[in-house]
């Protein structure tokens, strides 16, 4: 077998570099946003402001000249580092917000309009340009008390309350974290960065030095001083599940002031709730973060709301986050309880973001919004402790490792029957070695999600994507190279041509890597599904329905090898092709489908259509055209494969 008795490596090779180089753009393009300099300074100064100009000007007129001169210098800066941030969407509307800031503090307007100037620009600021906005994960608080009377005693009391003496004179003096009134006004996310960054002007130092979760701890730690009500405030957060949805996760909890929440659930309420959830960050992190049905519904909220404002960009990001960070986590458990309301609920999210790129009428999005609550209600009670059944566990482990695996297992098989028929063993170890180290990546991966990493909904979609793609080109040319061999004459001839010539490096590695692609992408995501499905109650159940569909698989693949022995060459290249071909074209439809989902491509909706994820057949422009363009490249390539055949034919 020569380097041209299979498909070039090197061809497909290109392709490779290509799709890696798409990935990593995207994913640079997102570190380019994550890192934009200057932002998490900006943020702080204009949550400052909003905080400390009350203490400034009164009733028009300057009660603290030093207070108002900071303000003054700070919105200044503002204006400057908003200036300096690199080309954006909005970035001319981020300056008009900076400027408009300016002129009210230099005109003396009042504090609660300059404070709502100073959030809403912090806001714009970080929708333009994201920077993390919590923890990765819930701080030790057990630990902050110790912390505080290490690091903050010495300036702010060992209560936090007044100073030392020989501090008193500081102009301005150390911060009083129980006054109730400035307290209000601050996030945790703005006490954890000026721990981190210190604060100019003040005898305030940074503490970078600390971990990062020790500066999250302190932040909550200090923030939560004012506010004593903790055991009432236990009570109002289990009681009240309309509170729970204010706070959903992490993130909403460090970015909300207790001012903001006031204002949905009234003063008293919200400084008991606050003083509890500071206190115990982990409720959120473990109970109502993403990966949730509270979470879709508050991410949905708020991308009509961004859309109704004219943000057709940040309300198709906070779509985007409905569904990978929200509900993809929650697919696998879905899927084995009602797999009909998963994709469904998939649906409708999919018809949501693609209403929204297409411009429908704000009334006509938020009519989408009130269809899809009833599809989350059933899904919550689908997701219910007490809808777990040992069957539905049992069958949920049992079909996607059926599935996934079938998919691998019928290329594979033929891989290996082709190598057998060839009378080319010698290259028998490439396909093995393939699709073992296929296995082995994969356990790579289960450790890795387990004890290191977090693989995101965006990260699962993305692999899942181009690792289809990526096998679907393959596909496309070993059918076509296979259906051209599927004649007797022209396979006599093949083997005339090859025997006695030693395999070349390149065409075997080729068989390894075809083998490692296919299987490692079923691999990833049966992984993740068993991941997401796990825990200490079903694992019997679980494995059961695992080791169940590996008998299945063997037998299969014992009866596909036995008959593949007895199948004349010719009419097993046939068979071969075309499969391979089937395969093809559902891996375009399933890669297409899975960028879409990550948000890389766009999506354009087709109403009516049903959607069929075994074949990959999605109601979508985009996968049915990708699709389309794949079975028309085979059938063109196997009209030309036909058409060489009978030329060589004819003169032989």
């Known amino acids: 077998m020569s380097d041209r008795s299979l498909p070039s490596w090197g061809r497909n090779g290109r392709v490779l570099v290509l799709i890696v180089v798409l990935l990593l753009s995207v994913v640079a393009s ?113 630990r902050a008390t110790a912390l505080f009377a290490q690091n903050c005693a010495s300036c702010h009391g060992a209560a936090g309350k007044s100073p030392p003496s020989q501090l008193m004179n500081i102009d301005p003096p150390p911060i009083d974290f129980t006054d109730k009134d400035r307290a209000r006004e601050r996030s945790a996310f703005g006490l954890y960065q000026v721990i981190t960054q210190g604060l100019e002007g003040t005898t305030m130092p940074s503490f970078a030095a600390l971990p990062d979760q020790d500066r999250w701890a302190l932040a909550l730690y200090a923030g939560g001083i004012a506010f004593p009500h903790e055991a009432e405030g236990q009570r109002l957060w289990e009681e009240n599940a309309e509170i729970r949805r204010l706070v959903p996760d992490l993130e909403a909890l460090v970015a909300l002031t207790p001012a903001a929440l006031a204002q949905q659930i009234g003063d008293d309420r919200a400084f008991a709730v606050m003083a509890y959830l500071r206190a115990n960050p982990q409720i959120v992190a473990t109970a109502e973060g993403s990966g949730s049905l509270d979470f879709v519904r508050n991410k949905l909220r708020e991308s009509l709301a961004a859309y109704e404002r004219g943000d057709r960009g940040r309300a198709n990001e906070l779509a985007l986050s409905a569904y990978l960070d929200g509900f993809e986590p929650l697919e696998a458990v879905l899927s084995t309880r009602d797999g009909n309301l998963m994709m469904q609920v998939e649906q409708a999210l999919s018809g949501f973001r693609a209403s929204i790129n297409s411009g429908v009428r704000p009334a006509d999005l938020r009519s989408e919004l009130m269809e899809m609550d009833p599809l989350l209600d059933r899904a919550e009670t689908a997701l219910s402790p007490e809808a777990a059944t040992d069957i539905s566990t049992f ?17 594979v098989i033929a891989m290996i029957a082709f190598v057998r028929k060839s009378e080319r063993t010698e290259v028998m170890p490439y396909v093995h070695g393939g699709w073992i180290a296929a296995l082995l990546a994969g356990v790579v991966t289960w450790a890795a999600a387990t004890y290191f990493v977090t693989i995101s909904g965006a990260n699962r979609e993305l692999t899942e994507g181009f690792g289809a793609l990526l096998a679907a080109v393959v596909l496309v040319s070993v059918g076509i190279w296979m259906h051209g061999k599927s004649h007797a004459d022209e396979w006599r001839r093949y083997i005339q041509e090859k025997m006695g010539r030693a395999l070349s490096r390149r065409s075997a590695w080729f068989l390894f890597g075809l083998a490692f692609v296919v299987v490692y992408r079923e691999v990833f995501e049966t992984i993740l599904f068993y991941a997401a ?5 079903n694992s019997g159940t679980i494995l059961a329905g695992a080791l169940s569909a590996l008998v299945v698989l063997a037998v299969l693949a014992w009866i596909m090898l036995r008959y593949s022995r007895k199948l004349p060459i010719t009419q097993f290249f046939r068979y071969s092709a075309w499969l391979i071909a ?64 009978e030329s060589a034919v004819m003169q032989a």
């Not at 499905?533 to 109650?537: F, I, K, R, T, Y």
Request: charged residues 20%.
């Open 30 to 142: 997102g570190a380019a946003r994550a890192g934009a300099p200057g932002v998490a300074t900006t943020w702080r100064m204009l949550d400052y402001v909003a905080v400390d100009y009350g203490a400034a000007v009164s009733d028009g007129k300057v009660s603290n000249q030093f207070e108002y001169d900071e303000m003054m210098e700070f919105s200044g800066s503002v204006a400057e580092r908003i200036g300096s941030l690199p080309a954006s969407r909005n970035k001319s509307g981020l300056q008009e917000r900076a400027r408009e800031l300016r002129e009210a503090i230099a005109a003396k307007r009042p504090a609660g309009e300059v404070a709502q100037l100073a959030r809403s620009l912090a806001a714009a600021l970080l929708a333009e340009h994201p920077v993390p906005l919590a923890p990765s994960e819930a701080p030790d608080l057990t």
């Open 395 to 411: 069958l949920g482990a049992f079909t996607i490792l059926l599935r996934e695996g079938l998919e691998a297992l019928l290329v």
């Open 533 to 537: 499905l796990w825990n200490p109650q």
């Open 582 to 645: 089937v395969l093809a074209v559902v891996l375009a439809g399933k890669g297409i489908g899975a960028l879409q989902e990550a948000g890389v491509l766009s999506l354009t909706f087709i109403e009516g259509l049903p959607r069929f994820d075994l074949i990959g057949f999605y109601p979508a422009v985009e996968p049915i055209t990708a699709q389309a363009i794949t079975a028309a490249i085979l059938f063109f390539g196997f009209r030309s494969s036909a058409g060489q055949r």
